[in-house]
């Protein structure tokens, strides 16, 4: 399509629209049905993204049969590189249906770039450097989905999915319809790198393996060297520069210093094989991003891997996603006898992320501690109060708590009660139990003003060493300062922590890399020996009581009073002393009328005088 007319005297635009590009005046003016109906990715991804230096139309087609697989993108700040990669992914939507082309885009330049495109019906997964974590999971989902269409394309006997569309299109009634093209498009790459040192292996493979797999790589940084591996520039045939700093980099990436002397204008680049370029620029991406959405609602689009971790979950959404994930009768849930050798029954406390699935959090019948930032109190005690119970109720322990008021508990105290010092002297006495800290930090402070600090430490230390022994399962909230399970003396199986910034993590002994963008419900899962995971669980203690506290029911169970219950048994009992931490009424040895209050040299006394008379 020649736009120009006379090449002689044809000369490149300072500026060129996109829509010019499709001889449209406005969005309306745009056939986007018409293009998705002769579309067949089988044979080209080819998109327009300006005009060459002869007036005609710029085309890059990352399709193997052409240019591709994929393709590498330079220029300095300023010229007009992410705003090429915005022109050519829109180009591509426009050219190809969402069963045809999708997209996952990485952008590491603060998310600016790509947030224009989240809402195209081929956007699979946008992603950027405010949520590493989340691109992890993403690098883990290509690889994921490389071994899947390795394996689909096994089972149909075919070579490459070039070969599964064509043989579809042949017998479309006995051959199952082919994947989309995947473009993976990064925006600054050398970042994406730098902080995912891991994902050069995935995207080495996908380089490799995309001509075959129908995954194509599109990659924008201001310097390929040291970012680009030779692997990865061996399979990136599509070279495309705009103004670069220095001779250097543009003979980085085209051969040839071309690049380094473009005019300052935005949008300028050359082609390597073509030549110098006027790339067009669309400064309202949302239209056609509307327009897009409207005739393929994003709804239809098959998602590539598991939907996102929800934000909140209830006990019962738990318990109707345990049942299926682990083939459970429906009277299993809550807690459920593996036949382990504690014979401790599995216990779900939420929701694990998974790439093609995600998977119930199993409780490992180890203690659980709980870390948030300070301004997040409240939360952590939540936590601790509904995951305690949790446990309660499903082994059916007693629980304890130093902390909020808990419903089902059979000991409830304030960190300040003079119990919770005898409670946490003598509970590994009387284990097995479940105990609740909701709010550690205050409890060791007012344990260190009644005991001074060294006791209370001494205290603190005793409990996290006996409880695994007594069987006694800690349930402990801390919030303020992060620490690394190490500080714990190990006594935490299971660490939910919600670090919201890669201070937060590098001090809870996280790698920047595993941060995530937390929804109200979430928490980084920590275990020892297995990555870091987003996990959801439950915020509010499952409906009904952990163990009923009726007298009848609690008659024979260990527990310290709190200081208003022990007033109340003062008041109310018939014993005349009520004695120890637990408020037992007094029970007579022998037959002698007789209360002594002093030493046991004063009891003596007085038993020998009751003797003589």
């Given at each position: 399509l020649d736009l120009g007319g006379d090449e002689a005297a044809f000369e490149l635009p300072a500026s060129l629209g996109f829509l010019e590009t499709f001889r449209a005046g406005s969005v309306a003016d745009l056939d986007v049905?018409?293009?998705?109906?002769?579309?067949?990715?089988?044979?080209?991804?080819?998109?327009?993204?300006?005009?060459?230096?002869?007036?005609?139309?710029a085309v890059l087609d990352p399709h193997e049969a052409f240019d591709g697989p994929h393709g590498l993108v330079a220029g300095t700040t300023g010229s007009g590189k992410s705003e090429l990669l915005v022109t050519w992914i829109l180009s591509t939507a426009m050219h190809f249906p969402p069963?045809?082309?999708?997209?996952?885009?990485?952008?590491?330049?603060?998310?600016?770039?790509?947030?224009?495109?989240?809402?195209?019906?081929?956007?699979?997964?946008?992603?950027?450097?405010?949520?590493?974590?989340?691109?992890?999971?993403?690098?883990?989902?290509?690889?994921?989905?490389?071994?899947?269409r390795e394996a689909e394309l096994a089972e149909l006997g075919l070579p490459d999915l070039a070969a599964w569309e064509r043989a579809h299109d042949l017998e479309p009634d006995s051959v199952p319809p082919p994947p989309p093209r995947l473009v993976v498009a990064i925006d600054e790459f050398r970042v994406l790198a730098d902080t995912h040192p891991g994902a050069m292996d995935v995207l080495m493979r996908l380089a490799a393996q995309g001509r075959s797999l129908g995954?194509?790589?599109?990659?924008?940084?201001?310097?390929?060297?040291?970012?680009?591996?030779?692997?990865?520039r061996a399979n990136m045939d599509i070279r495309l520069a705009l103004r670069c700093v220095s001779g250097a980099d543009s003979t980085d990436i085209l051969g040839d210093a071309r690049a380094s002397s473009l005019p300052r204008v935005p949008g300028r680049a050359v082609?390597?094989?073509?030549?110098?370029?006027?790339?067009s620029y669309m400064p309202d991406v949302a239209s056609v991003v509307a327009d897009c959405a409207r005739r393929w609602p994003v709804s239809s689009a098959e998602p590539l891997w598991a939907p996102a971790l929800p934000a909140s979950l209830s006990w019962s959404d738990i318990d109707e996603a345990v049942v299926p994930a682990l083939g459970l009768p429906t009277s299993s849930v809550g807690g459920v006898d593996l036949g382990n050798r504690e014979r401790r029954p599995a216990v779900a406390l939420g929701m694990i992320e998974g790439?093609?699935?995600?998977?119930?959090?199993?409780?490992?019948?180890?203690?659980?501690?709980?870390?948030?930032?300070?301004?997040?109190?409240?939360?952590?005690?939540?936590?601790a109060r509904s995951i305690a119970t949790r446990i309660a109720r499903a082994t059916g322990l007693?629980?304890?708590?130093?902390?909020?008021?808990?419903?089902?508990?059979?000991?409830?105290?304030?960190?300040?009660?003079?119990?919770?010092?005898?409670?946490?002297?003598?509970?590994c006495e009387h284990g097995?139990?479940?105990?609740?800290?909701?709010?550690?930090?205050?409890?060791?402070?007012?344990?260190?003003?009644?005991?001074?600090?060294?006791?209370a430490e001494e205290l603190w230390s005793s409990l996290l060493a006996r409880a695994t022994r007594a069987g006694v399962i800690i349930v402990a909230a801390f919030s303020g300062r992060f620490s690394s399970s190490s500080s714990a003396m190990g006594a935490f199986s299971m660490r939910i922590v919600r670090a919201r910034d890669v201070d937060e993590a590098l001090h809870a002994g996280i790698l920047p890399s595993e941060v995530r963008a937390l929804e109200d419900g979430q928490a980084l899962l920590a275990r020892p020996g297995k990555p870091t995971a987003l996990?959801?669980?439950?915020?509010?203690p499952p409906p009904g009581a952990a163990l009923p506290r009726r007298e009848e029911d609690t008659k024979g169970l260990w527990q310290i009073p709190s200081c208003d219950e022990a007033a109340a048994l003062v008041s109310n009992g018939s014993s005349p002393a009520l004695i120890g931490p637990e408020l037992t009424p007094v029970r007579w040895e022998q037959d002698i009328p007789w209360v002594v209050i002093g030493t046991q040299s004063d009891a003596d006394i007085l038993a020998e005088l009751h003797d003589v008379a």
């Open positions: 049905e018409g293009l998705w109906a002769q579309a067949d990715s089988s044979r080209s991804l080819a998109a327009p993204i300006g005009l060459d230096s002869r007036g005609a139309l069963e045809q082309a999708a997209f996952v885009l990485i952008d590491y330049k603060g998310g600016s770039t790509f947030a224009r495109l989240a809402h195209l019906p081929h956007t699979q997964a946008l992603l950027s450097d405010l949520d590493a974590g989340a691109t992890s999971r993403a690098l883990e989902g290509i690889s994921s989905l490389l071994r899947r995954l194509h790589l599109i990659a924008a940084t201001q310097r390929p060297s040291g970012a680009i591996n030779a692997t990865m082609l390597a094989d073509v030549g110098e370029l006027q790339l790439i093609e699935a995600h998977a119930p959090l199993l409780w490992d019948g180890g203690s659980i501690q709980i870390q948030t930032s300070a301004h997040e109190a409240t939360q952590a005690a939540r936590w007693p629980l304890h708590v130093i902390g909020e008021a808990t419903p089902g508990a059979l000991t409830m105290l304030s960190p300040r009660d003079v119990g919770a010092i005898d409670l946490l002297e003598n509970v097995p139990a479940v105990l609740a800290l909701t709010d550690v930090p205050a409890l060791r402070s007012a344990l260190a003003q009644s005991l001074s600090l060294p006791k996990a959801c669980v439950p915020l509010d």
